[in-house]
């Protein structure tokens, strides 16, 4: 299933008919949630999952299928890529958000002054490997928030900014939106994981 965010370069699929695939990923994703995820002070020590390949087709497997979707969103809905083909190269960047991260409950985006220029990607992909059904409006669901007219102004929104647009995420989502797109999740307390990734893609 594919929804499409109204007013929004976002898109979101439910996955869960790929979950044979995904649940022996979503294993090692968090039976090694330590190495994959961010620390209180950035991504000291952090290693992103998918650059751990090496005989592990679970890793590979899902790894292509996410790249397809990513290619597609490029190619349907940002508008620095809409209907220039799909021949990239991708590079990606990526970190499990647990229970005790902080960096995704506060009103970012993927963009100065979050990140340095070479940090920057072009997509971000969101999974949610893990969801409980404490997740609802308002405790652990994702809020989108429209800024700045220049999307590439740096500057920040007040924390009491209402959203324009919420999603209660369920197990196997996959949100993708342009680097650039305001979000946050709402805090929580439960054992709600998600993997985050910037995709910058490269013209081959």
Request: glycine residues 6%; contains cysteine.
């Given at each position: ?148 007219e220049d999307h590439k102004a740096f ?46 893609l490269t013209p081959v």
């Open positions: 299933m594919k929804t499409t965010v109204p007013n929004f370069p976002v898109v979101i699929y439910n996955l869960e008919d790929y979950k044979d695939i995904f649940d022996p990923f979503i294993e090692e994703l968090l039976n090694s949630s330590d190495k994959y995820s961010l620390g209180p002070d950035g991504e000291t020590g952090k290693l992103s999952i998918w650059d751990n390949l090496d005989n592990n087709p679970l890793i590979t497997t899902t790894r292509s299928i996410f790249d397809s979707i990513v290619l597609e969103f490029a190619d349907e809905v940002h508008p620095d890529f809409k209907g220039k083909g799909m021949n990239y190269e991708l590079d990606r960047d990526a970190w499990l958000n647990k229970p005790e991260s902080w960096q995704g409950i506060r009103i970012h985006r993927h963009w100065q002054p979050f990140l340095w220029d070479y940090e920057i990607g072009d997509v971000v992909t969101v999974f949610y490997p893990q969801v409980p059904n404490t997740v609802k409006k308002g405790h652990g669901d994702f809020m989108l928030f429209q800024g700045n500057d920040w929104l007040p924390d009491d900014l209402e959203p324009k647009y919420t999603f209660v995420p369920k197990k196997y989502d996959l949100l993708l939106m342009t680097a650039d797109t305001w979000h946050m999740a709402s805090p929580f307390k439960c054992d709600r994981y998600s993997l985050a990734t910037d995709v910058k």
